[in-house]
């Protein structure tokens, strides 16, 4: 057993950590409205949103071929897979640290964070390692401005549309239909955070088998990657995260049915649109922003916006926090990928 061999499989195996905290993280992307409007008991909501992402990731390939071949250019061999194993650690470091206060921030900034920055770093070292900066800002950076904009807005025009169109329908029989209607919204939720996180994994896979020469390109997706990253999201979401669930679904804005299926909606409309683009967005950023958006429309006071300040914060820190803890991965970590 070679030591390049050891090393990618070492990769791997952290994609798949890094995986399954995303799962756990942002498992509150997709059921957090629904849960907290009663539409989803929290167990039947956490199943919904694992199959969901199990589905979804099948459908994610072009977002794959993004984060594996669009982020950085690692040079082939056991420097590149350092690289890239730094990076995956810095994201996952990253995700713990949010998840224990509670913060929805994005798994995707955090894990591009992390390549760049051990990227980075690695070049100080006079390791032939790039970071495509047009790439990113074009695939990570635009998207991560205008997606919440979007989620926004339309969740704001989405809901006044609702509001008009239902003004005389029985707020009971409202309630209840609605109730309904958010098992669906929230499932497209789930196969959306699927298309586009269990994707990211995907690429960073298929970035470490290319760098390791275990594979031609940086685009063929195998088969068992799809298995793999989609089984172990839908288990790190059905391990559930809780605090990040109070979070969305309570601390931001009390929502009713109606509110909670019109921020769903936006989301996964949002997901569904950029993962066909091959855009690399957050999840977390998405349904947030569209909880917002909803929210506005009740009136401003209505958001906790000191909730929402401290999310922002937490969305601004993500990337240069993920890549500055891939920094100080990296330093340990590069004798041992010589």
Request: with cysteine; net charge positive; proline share 4%.
């Amino acid at each position: 057993m070679s030591a390049q061999f050891v090393a990618v499989l070492a990769v791997i195996l952290v994609a798949l950590v890094f995986d399954y905290t995303n799962g756990f993280h942002d498992a509150a992307n997709a059921i957090a409205t629904s849960v907290s409007t009663r539409a989803l008991s929290p167990r039947a909501g956490l199943i919904m949103a694992a199959v969901g992402n199990f589905a979804g990731a099948h459908l994610g390939g072009h977002v794959a071929k993004t984060v594996g071949g669009g982020i950085i250019d690692p040079p082939t061999g056991m420097s590149g897979l350092g690289i890239v194993f730094a990076g995956v650690v810095g994201g996952i470091a990253w995700n713990l640290i949010t998840w224990y206060f509670g913060l929805p921030s994005s798994s995707s900034h955090a894990l591009f964070g992390g390549l760049v920055g051990a990227s980075l770093c690695a070049a100080w070292f006079g390791t032939d390692s790039k970071v495509l900066w047009t790439g990113i800002l074009d695939k990570v950076i635009v998207p991560m401005v205008a997606s919440p904009l979007v989620g926004f807005v339309l969740g704001g025009l989405f809901m006044l549309a609702i509001a008009w169109a239902f003004r005389r329908g029985n707020p009971r029989r409202l309630t209840r239909g609605f109730r309904r209607a958010q098992t669906v919204s929230a499932a497209a939720m789930a196969v959306g955070h699927g298309m586009q996180d269990a994707a990211k994994t995907m690429g960073i896979i298929v970035l470490a088998l290319f760098v390791g020469g275990y594979q031609s390109t940086k685009t063929d997706i195998p088969e068992w990657v799809f298995l793999a990253c989609s089984t172990v999201l839908a288990l790190g979401t059905y391990s559930g995260g809780w605090r990040i669930i109070r979070t969305l679904g309570r601390k931001v804005i009390d929502l009713d049915p109606p509110q909670g299926f019109a921020a769903e909606t936006v989301a996964a409309g949002v997901l569904f649109t950029t993962s066909q683009l091959g855009l690399p967005i957050s999840t977390t950023h998405s349904i947030t922003s569209a909880i917002m958006g909803v929210g506005a429309t009740k009136r401003l006071s209505a958001v906790r916006w000191q909730v929402a300040g401290n999310i922002l914060v937490a969305w601004v820190l993500t990337f240069p926090g993920a890549a500055l803890i891939a920094m100080l991965i990296y330093l340990p970590a590069r004798p041992l990928f010589s």
